[in-house]
């Protein structure tokens, strides 16, 4: 099915070099306060300001705030831009009422559904009641959305005056009441959302055209329709041409799993005779081998949790322990045999599973001491707990030390038929609290086994399980198997971020060894098993539906012989030394101190446990400029906004403003104070206005007061801002290193300046073409080398890999990034120009290296922006009859962010490069040439790429805006040269 609404909006940030599948760009992405990408600020605002009030919820209800993922972000941003351009023509075509989401299990839809509510309210106005209706096909799905949708609801209508009506009911409860139950006739100020959550169940069954006639019903006027799924297979052609209008974001299981979310896994069969009928003999080896499989990995877990002399060496790193204990599950289809005649396979299966456990010998139970908790004396005990109906409990002997629990759909009825031999049956009124299922994510929890399916197989989110034992399932259970699938693959991480340490899928789980590396591979592992050899080739044939094989390879990186201009070559180890550098600080400054005086500001902090003090930046003031329009004049509203203030004092939030300053000051880690007298007193907001110049607006306010506090709020912000900027700037700037050398990454030298290889992942339809794949490696690697391979002999290190310039879906991935269009182009340029222009000059030698941002070593400072400025190249020119050193930096980057078409201004990152009013470069290049005792110079110059519009037409005299600050673009070039002369001719005349 073709994504035609999420393919056309994502289009607009692939345009921006922005490809989602990179890790690098997924680290921007997160980094949400920085929007180091350029992302649309409005929309960015927007996801934070959701983000924040979710967060509040969260804490309210004692748990732990989340940190968006990437792709999460991207589902809220897509969103942002739809309801922003949906009324355009250009999304005519598209759906005008409804979205939907493809995200895979496990990759936390709940969040995002949770945050489309407040996305969703924060777009409608004018209203007095607001219904959310949510459904889901499983009951137990409700129950958990029931205690995690109740109390976020009843959080919102604090806020919102108990305006907001929940409704929550299954999909089959919600048809028989009928769409007249939920009318919202003769209230025009009403609206509705409508949220569904796996929504693949009720679209792929006999239902499909009653329930999607009826949601369509619900969501008609003044109503919003939101659908989560974590497939959308098996749809009829009707359906699909509805979903493809609709989906907004494919985040489907394959990207889930490449991006290295999740468990890792494995589907192959136990044995070569195992597997091929279902004799009881055959069932006991299966049985055998799932028990084998937890038994081990409980025990790798117990051992191995915590710190093993040597803290590298540890299997967990720097990490404590593994997070969650490995459990096992037998589960299957949740629906029930509807043919009463025959034996519910269900039940059948069970009670096969019972009877291995009841007839294992003590010398068979030790092999899996672990999972039975080193408790194996004495018969089977089945254990009746009138507390909870569907629970039985599993233990050896009778003295309540259980290890499982078997979920029934009637407890007392097959607790009654159970009559095998070699087993004893129990009932107790009272049990600890531990041995519930309810409780089984506890630390504490000492079950290891669960038997059953309709309780495990669908709204449960635990990250425990690790091995699944399929039962009852039966050749049409079809999207019931994702979700099963689904239980398995979450996972935690070491880092608590759901990525598993190795991101390569293991070809044979069972031929991983003993080394720690392997062990941490196997409890991050989901191992699928079965008791019957038709359930594994159902389950595998439908999740290899959602699954793409990957297979990565390194490419080693090697420093470059350079060839010099005098015919000679260098080694790097000689070379090294000739290039002078500067690399930014990798301090880590906690809380900063801040007194305001006058308009002066005296910061401190603490710097390996020295504490700088009484640290002065003079004279500190800005202005504003809140115009719509910057080519008018508009007015200065700051002392209206101060009138305006004093005069409302009695009914502006205080208390809403002050948390917002609190929630400010602990994200930008600073103590801020005001200077009064001889003593310090928190920080005012009042006394923003002593540091503010003028702040510019289209109008006066007026006497709207929600006006008045929302602007207030938006100069807080703007100044904290700016403040943490000014002191972060000048305590980054006096801790620039300047006497290090040019280096490559090594295992040793993990702060190096150039990569040491490239990864290269490589995607495949199946198994077998990735092990074809394989059996050729070399030649295939020198295929892919050859096709990429883009380089010159004065490039530091080789090779440099670049796209594919014939679009041959190579369908592969590099890590760190290959160059793009715009780089790659640069490259070639520079190449050709130097040869054709120094290839005979003896005076000059180059040196050109690829600054990747990952490293983070090079790059600048800037002062009005929160992060560093890394551009893409730097380029050194040693002179050798001046004995002078010119470094250049080199940005081929797009126009985003850097320039302000209202006011016609550039950014700092655009402005550095003109050092005539900007003394950025000017301070470190007097600093490099004191440190080095030679002549340095500094440049900087941002390179546009292709098709940029900026500077087409000399308008606004913006072309000589662009020359004065060192901004050129690549396509002045050849036949399209300004004045005669191409971007790289500009450049050089600037440098030399």
Known sequence: METKLYNYLSKSLLEKDIYFGNIEIQKKIEDLKQNTLGLEEKYIKKIISY????????????????????????????????????????????????????????????????????????????????????????????????????????????????????????????????????????????????????????????????????????????????????????????????????????????????????????????????????????????????????????????????????????????????????????????????????????????????????????????????????????????????????????????????????????????????????????????????????????KDSPINLLIGSRKFAEGWNSFRVSVIALINLGSNAGNKIIQIFGRGVRLKGLKDDGKRKYTQHEKDYFELGNNNEDKLKKIETLNILSVKKSYLETFTKKVNEEIKYTHSFKIKVNPNLIKLNSGDDIEFEEYKNHLPIFKLSKKEINYKNIILEGNDIYYSYLDENTIIEDEKISNFNFSLDFRIDKTKPGLCIKNNLKTKIEAFKSYINIYKINQIIKDNLGEYKINLYIKFGNNLIDFDYKSIFDFIDEIKYDNKLGNNLGKIEKTIIIVIDEFLKKLKNKVNHRINSKNIVYNKVLSQKTETNPTGDFIEEYIITKEFESENEKLEYIENIETEKQKIIDILYKNFDKHIYSPLLKEDDNHSNLGINISPDKLNFGEKLFIENIKDYINENYRNNKKLDFYLLRNVESLRSIGIYLENDEHPFFPDFILWIIDNKENKTYINFIDPKGQDGIFDRNSGNFNDKAKIGNKLIDNTLKNIEENLSKQKDKDIVLNSFIILKSGSDLGTRNTDNIQNKMLENNIYKIDWIGEDKLNGKSYLDLIFEKIL
């Not at 890792?264 to 299966?286: I, R, T």
């Not at 009138?386 to 009637?410: A, C, H, M, P, Q």
């Not at 009825?413 to 049990?431: A, S, T, V």
């Open 51 to 442: 983000l924040k009030t979710y967060n509040k919820f969260l804490l309210s209800q004692g748990k732990s705030e989340v940190r968006l993922r990437y792709y999460q972000i991207l589902t809220l941003y897509f969103a942002e831009m739809y309801f922003d351009i949906k009324d355009e023509k250009e999304m005519d075509s598209f759906s005008k009422n409804s979205l939907a989401y493809w995200m895979a299990t496990g990759s936390g839809k709940t969040i995002v559904m949770h945050l489309n509510i407040l996305q969703y309210l924060d777009k409608i106005k004018n209203y007095n009641k607001f219904q959310i209706i949510f459904t889901t096909p499983g009951v137990n799905l409700i129950d958990q959305h029931k205690e995690e949708l109740n109390p976020f609801i009843d959080f919102l209508n604090s806020k919102y005056n108990n305006k907001i009506n929940l409704i929550i009911d299954t999909t089959s409860s919600l048809l028989n009441k009928g769409s007249e139950y939920y009318s919202l006739a003769g209230n025009k100020r009403a609206k509705r959302l409508i949220l569904i959550d796996e929504a693949h169940i009720g679209t792929s069954s006999k239902e499909e055209g009653v329930f999607y006639k009826f949601r369509n019903e619900l969501n008609k006027e003044n109503s919003f329709l939101f659908e989560y799924s974590a497939t959308f297979h098996n749809l009829s052609k009707g359906l699909e041409k509805e979903y493809e209008n609709q989906i907004i974001y494919d985040y489907n299981y394959n990207l889930f799993y490449k991006d290295g979310y999740g468990k890792d896994f494995s589907f192959k069969q136990v044995g070569n005779d195992v597997l091929v009928g279902d004799n009881e003999n055959e069932l006991k080896q299966n049985l055998d081998k799932c028990l084998l499989v937890i038994n081990e990995k409980i025990d790798i877990w117990s051992n191995l949790r915590g710190y093993t002399g040597d803290k590298q060496k540890s299997l967990f790193g720097d990490f404590n322990m593994f997070p969650d204990k490995p459990l096992i599950t037998f589960m299957g289809n949740t629906v029930n045999n509807k043919n009463k005649k025959d034996k519910d396979p269900e039940i059948s299966d069970i009670s096969n599973i019972v009877y291995y456990l009841a007839n294992l010998s003590e010398n068979e139970k030790k092999n899996f001491e672990n999972v039975f908790n080193y408790k194996i004396s004495g018969k089977l005990t089945i254990t009746r707990n009138k507390s909870v109906i569907d629970e039985l409990l599993l233990s050896y002997g009778d003295d309540g030390k259980y290890f499982g629990i078997i979920n029934v759909g009637n407890g007392d009825k097959f607790f009654n038929d159970l009559d095998l031999p070699n087993i004893e049956k129990k009932k107790i009124e009272i049990i600890d609290s531990k041995y519930l299922f309810k409780n089984i994510d506890k």
